[in-house]
């Protein structure tokens, strides 16, 4: 009698998802929910996101590599046309899209500018998913459902799948996942098992920063902050048991009458930055923290391409 022939393997799937949106859709909480920690700085600030970020969802017949994008935005100045440079690169490399659209507030022509750029990238698959639906009741969400399904319709985009999320509430999360893997290639694994981003750890520290200082400040400020750490340094002479790492980092701003708002009377501003800031970046290093924070103002940085590459745009 001849052996049982054995079971076929079942393939592993591994690639890349971007997810692109109008600034402040939902795009970095959802990356942070997929992922299951914090890899991307969230804000309700437009424009948080300035750089790709890669957050790394593992399982056992699939690795996704979600890259979390600037928002798609009319640019005023040269960060601005770069951060849209980045996004538009993106997308040209990776294996499916996801479009974030927020359920609580109508399409508007910044979505529909980029879905008439999505339009144009014809054989990669795009999903449409709808954020923040816990901010909405169930007719809203029809309403905005039918809006959506009707604008891929009118641009020729055909959506593999519409899809409600809340990421804050966990709703439908894993079912973005579901239906992203089938559209990646088959693969082996592309990261180490357990990695959960391949962000730098200095990179990750500095946008911890940011988020903190974005915290409460004016509307025109938050573009003005940008955040270099120059040194993570073990402190010297502390017993194996006791470690302390030293971080020196410096917040820039673009005028020097920013630099009071950002520290705040008496310094209470900076340090409460400086407080917040440590306790994520202590949870994400695991590792106990001495932060020195330092103000300075780069003169309309974000117009000026040698400071730009300075600071690492």
Not at 37 to 62: F, L, M
């Amino acid at each position: 009698m001849s052996a049982p022939s054995p079971e076929p393997q079942a393939s592993h799937r591994a690639g890349f998802a971007c997810f692109v949106g109008r600034p402040n859709a939902g795009k970095s909480t959802l990356t942070n929910a997929l992922v299951g920690q914090k890899v991307a700085i969230t804000s309700n600030r437009p424009q948080t996101t300035r750089h790709t970020v890669r957050g790394i969802v593992h399982r056992e017949d699939a690795q996704l590599i979600l890259v979390d994008t600037p928002g798609l935005h009319k640019p005023r100045t040269l960060l601005g046309e770069r951060l849209n440079d980045v996004v538009r690169t993106t997308w040209a490399e990776v294996d499916v899209i996801g479009f974030c659209l927020p359920a609580n507030e109508k399409l508007g022509p910044g979505d529909r500018f980029i879905a008439k750029e999505l339009a144009g990238i014809r054989k990669t698959p795009k999903i449409a998913i709808v954020t923040k639906t816990d901010l909405v009741d169930s007719k809203t969400l029809a309403e905005q459902l039918i809006a959506i399904d009707q604008l891929g319709k009118d641009l020729g985009i055909e959506w593999a799948e519409i899809i409600p999320v809340s990421a804050v509430k966990g709703k439908q999360v894993q079912l973005v996942a579901d239906l992203l893997i089938p559209m990646l290639p088959e693969s082996p694994p592309l990261y180490p098992e357990g990695d959960l981003t391949d962000e730098p750890e200095q990179v990750m520290v500095a946008e911890l920063i940011r988020e903190a200082a974005l915290e409460g400040v004016r509307d025109e400020l938050p573009h003005s902050i940008a955040v270099v750490v120059e040194e993570m340094l073990p402190r010297e002479g502390r017993p194996a048991d006791k470690p302390l790492l030293d971080i020196h980092a410096n917040l820039f701003i673009e005028r020097p009458s920013q630099k009071g708002i950002i520290i705040g009377p008496k310094g209470r501003r900076l340090k409460e930055v400086g407080m917040k800031s440590r306790q994520q970046i202590e949870a994400l290093l695991g590792t106990p923290v001495f932060l020195d924070l330092h103000v300075k103002v780069a003169k309309d940085w974000q117009r000026d391409p040698k400071q730009l590459r300075r600071l690492g745009f």
